[in-house]
């Protein structure tokens, strides 16, 4: 084991501060016992906050996968046509899902390089004029490409249609790292884990459900058992849970909860835009290019890098795991060994960012990639001038 | 918070052991490095020790009612005929879920006070001539009575009644507590959880799977993915998942598989078979009723004790959890408020014990639960003849 | 290592909590920052509290032989004469430590088997018309005999005499457990320790000491650096330390402070009476002998029992050890091999009592000590009134 | 708490890795126990390889101030002379505690720019033709100033004077990360303590004795008890304490040596080197000044920065905190707000390392202190320049 502390700078399984870990450090408790009420009733009252949703959350002991089948099973029925969009692979991963389910994805291609465009789904639902599509299901932020999903404008654009489809949005790389808002911007089904922005190990996975979705799951003909939004209602009512929850991830969660309220979610949602920008800054002074393409998509969570032609982005995630013990998420099917993905989200701060690109600087020397020296100056130049208008406003 | 630790006496989850929860305290790390690949391989590997197989066990990051899922969804098909048996309140869940996923569960009805009945098995395979039964399960330790089946017996039923079905049998509070051997006693999915005799909290689950359950899934109907066999066998082949694992609390199986390795299984199956000796013997002092009445399928890991006529079970766990800080085990269903049940199971000793049985014991008089003393001193001399029989052996 | 939970039931260490713990389970601070001296002042501030003074506490990064040392070399001269009383083996082991800073010690002969008299001691003071003796020193709870000495009537001794002599107490073992009042009983210099009824690991050590210690400190002759109160005044102040602080044990000591609050201090002097009088009742069941013949002076803290003649209670230790994984105190220098010694302090409660009672017994009976049966059925009796008294108050 | 992981970068005490705190978070046990031996016997041996000795080592529950003290009260009588150098604020004080023991300290002034000079103290040696000098007494890492004083030219001006004088050195912030051979430079006390290069939390402190010193202790007239040798030599030699030892600190000791083992010294120490080499080239990039103006003396624990007349280094600091979250150390007694200093020891990487400098960059522009930019740069080419010379050598 390398001595010093392992930069983990994939986007997500993000770095657990110490505060969650020992949280989660306790003996395991009773899941029936009257102290269990007030652990599960502020995991589940709580998420409703990051959610930004009135309506009922439900959490499962599950990956975030979980979480997208739960979506889907407790909404449709077999052979239900749902449209899709390709953001990237895990936009992919949420169709053959929905295959395998025996659901008919029409799936809007994209190019990996943007969100979903709003006005693509708007005239798709324009037209299904016989209302065949029961759901939309966009990708907030695409954790492959590093793209943000203007969820807002899809909402529009369902209106726009007047379709009566559902809205289901996958968030297990933006809850609580980029502004969302499950009510306001009307959503009916929001998935999410636990291991990116909640700053959790991975176990934990979550669906947020408008009533409109909870009315759909009384008639949706999809098998279910472990996925059952109406088995979790009467025991999650009063803090219980129909089987036996991740007790010591509940723990977790709940601390999680009052760190992020503590810094202020507003005060989050800045942080990951400042360390973004200060990334995409230090990826632009190196020559080398983003991903995404679409400037205001660009992700707060993580940015990919596309490396030159004739280099492999994997030989310089190896390189710099080894030269400087830090891991990069690698490029993902369409894009394999063509990018890298710097995760920057989660419980992180400058100088945790600066080590990360000084990692990224060094690796490309190391590996032969082409670039030019100065990336880790110009992200010191971007959080400098932040920091001192975040003084000046103070 | 009371002070001293609390007696955590359910029949699971069982007492985490500082080992464990230390083991689980690390930064989480990441699942697609070539790091990762030891600690998915150690768990993977080492499960097959602790179910005692040669063949594949796969591991998800759910609850244990997501494994009984898993077991069905993987080789089944819709409305197939499966054989169950009512030992309790856990049996009668798992039929419920065969109900849910459209298969066709034929109950034997059981009384709760035994195990399965092979005789009776064998006599409804015998009976289905056209071989309709695609599976037969059974519960090997039924939690909510404790009661243990002899699976062994069930094996051989199915094979003189010359029966293809498959044998699935939920070990969920018996592995790694109760002798058990999948291979050898030819199970073709074996279902289990982490937070019972492996030590550890609440959220990973299990199937072991023989090579004919492997068979049966590549033609299986129900949907699935998330449970999907199929998935996780190519990643798993090189230590890796299919999707985010439950990374920390595999950590804490790794440690869980030496701990268990260092005392020796058949060490831990020995310690609990005398610790269900020495509460039954309390519970007899006591005058009061094992709800279990067959000897042979009394559990080593849970003693469910009768309350008589008049009481209720549930005042007296309240009664004893308030002046006590112990939780106890609550009555199911048919039993509900008849009786409690004492969990003594896991990372567990004499001491802790008797500290236990001296909580009911107490609990009793406080309650008002019409009872003899002296049962606390009826283990104790039981514990100390085993004692003193082990260091004569020794 | 055995399964499940040691018993660690010697006098002190006692169990440290698992929120203590994880309280000091965090990184180390910089001790010289503007955020220490919050840690600090809550730990200078909290621990009067649990001294019941509103003078000034000191805290050491030593064990509680080094707070001895610094209440003489605080306050006193070579060749001054200091009272003693010999009330076990660590009054004699601050005699030995009188002596070696050069201090004349007057040692008041004791049994072993009770606490300090105070008629003796002012006999002794009566004696002293030239004011020779500069301080008495005794010791509240003697860790080695489970004696406590009554502290108020000593100081209404030192009084009835008209002495001016300083008054030190040793509450190494009683602080947080047993009542103390610094201020109220005129105490001068009371010296304590983190291991015991703090709950804390062994490291940190504390005196307490009154205006008078204080001014007397400015002319004391011997020599001292480390443990000058001089140094520390200055920057206990605010909040800091003239040396670099056992940072890590300072966490646990304000989550100690907590803990006592949250239960209250007369709430935890009760609980360990109860435990005494528990303990105390086992013993007599048994036909053994507690060691302190003084019935008013038994402790609430540890029982030290005697072993019939001819058996060797080290013997008796090492077999229960073995058995039942429980460490006993041993007997020390006069009564070494004579006596074993029950801690049941600090983070403690009934079933953890009852569980060491058993170890007791069942060792008893396996090193074959001739003793009778029933003693933890005596003390379940007690703890059963007791907790019936309490619900009735209730 | 902001977001993210402080950067604990004074020098010492250093970041505490999780392993040693792991290892620290396990209850209590009995230190008189056979269980313990085993970690008092790792503790004591496995210290004499970290010393580089083959002769005794003794442990205090103290601050590293009390084994100063330890060295001079077991070897010292009142009146003794010593001869010490002041290389900065730590010998200044070592100096002081001599005096408050009624020592005569000849202190050898110094500008607090480099380490000791052999040479002054020969002469000074020579001078003293009636042996009256009993020892020298030098800083190894003048953790004030970031200077190193090599040990081995001292131990040879002593012998070509040809005094008897004992060698004293003071490791405290050099041991495990500086190179340091007890035995082969002749050093007879060497004092160090737990928080710097041992990765632990402060509360630990060490004496290594060589024969010399401890014949010269059986003798010595100073006072002593609690920081007795011969006290300790007894119960050490079995692995116990003559008191109750820090317990949990010592399970951390005993990880904290299993790491240095597993890195190896010799590579640890290279990694310090080369962090203060690229910490170096930073600030001169910077265009500011090393304290340190001997080359040859320069710390690889820590670089002390001269901040530009006019401005205030204390501010620089308070600003680098509040806005990078980074704690820095201060100047001392005669360079109080003149310097900073940048901690680059113990548990540290060289991404942590850039993320250090980077914070002072960014803060020397946020405080509005002179400096020209780049020094993150520089130090990236020298971390870049080495990594593949390593990678060449492999």
Chains 1, 2, 3, 4 share one sequence.
């Not at 949703?53 to 975030?64: E, L």
């Not at 710099?320 to 990069?328: K, V």
């Amino acid at each position: 084991m390398p001595a010093g502390r392992h930069f983990l700078q994939i986007p997500g399984p993000s770095n657990v501060p110490d505060r969650i870990l020992r949280a989660m450090d306790y003996p395991t408790m009773d899941h029936r016992g009257p102290a269990f009420a007030d652990v599960g009733r502020k995991a589940l009252e709580g998420m409703k906050g990051i959610f930004k949703t009135d309506s009922r959350v439900v959490i499962y002991p599950s990956s975030g996968t979980g979480a997208w089948e739960a979506a889907m099973v407790n909404t449709l029925s077999p052979g239900d046509t749902v449209l899709m969009y390709e953001t990237g692979h895990f936009a992919m991963l949420w169709k053959k899902l929905a295959e395998k389910l025996g659901l008919n994805p029409v799936f809007i291609e994209g190019d990996w390089r943007g969100g979903a465009n709003a006005a693509a789904i708007e005239e798709h639902l324009r037209g299904d004029k016989g209302q065949e599509i029961k759901a939309v299901c966009v990708v907030h932020n695409e954790t492959s490409t590093g793209s943000v999903t203007d969820v807002a404008a899809v909402r529009r654009a369902i209106d726009a249609a007047g379709h009566s489809a559902l809205l289901m949005v996958d968030t297990i790389s933006s809850l609580a790292s980029v502004d969302y808002r499950h009510d306001e911007w009307g959503v009916d089904v929001t998935v999410s884990g636990s291991q990116k922005g909640l700053m959790l190990p991975p176990g934990l996975s979550f669906n947020a459900v408008s009533d409109k979705a909870m009315t759909a799951s009384e008639s949706a003909g999809l098998i279910r058992s472990y996925w059952s939004w109406a088995e979790m209602a009467g025991p999650n009512d009063t803090g219980y849970f129909p089987y036996t929850p991740a007790t010591n991830l509940l723990y977790g969660l709940n601390e999680a909860i009052d760190m992020l309220h503590e810094e202020g979610l507003e005060n989050v949602f800045a942080r990951h835009r400042r360390h973004g920008a200060a990334a995409r800054a230090a990826v632009e002074a190196w020559g080398l290019e983003v991903l995404c393409n679409t400037p205001s998509d660009r992700s707060p969570v993580l940015t990919a890098v596309m490396v030159p032609e004739g280099h492999s982005a994997d030989n310089f995630r190896a390189v710099t795991l080894r030269n400087y013990d830090m891991s990069l998420g690698n490029g993902l099917s369409k894009v394999a060994d063509r990018v890298f993905r710097i995760g920057h989200l989660g419980d992180f701060n400058d100088l945790m960012l600066i080590g990360t690109l000084a990692g990224v600087e060094m690796g490309l020397r190391d590996a032969g990639v082409p670039y030019r020296a100065g990336g880790v100056q110009a992200a010191m130049e971007v959080l400098g001038e932040t920091a001192l208008a975040n003084r000046a406003a103070a």
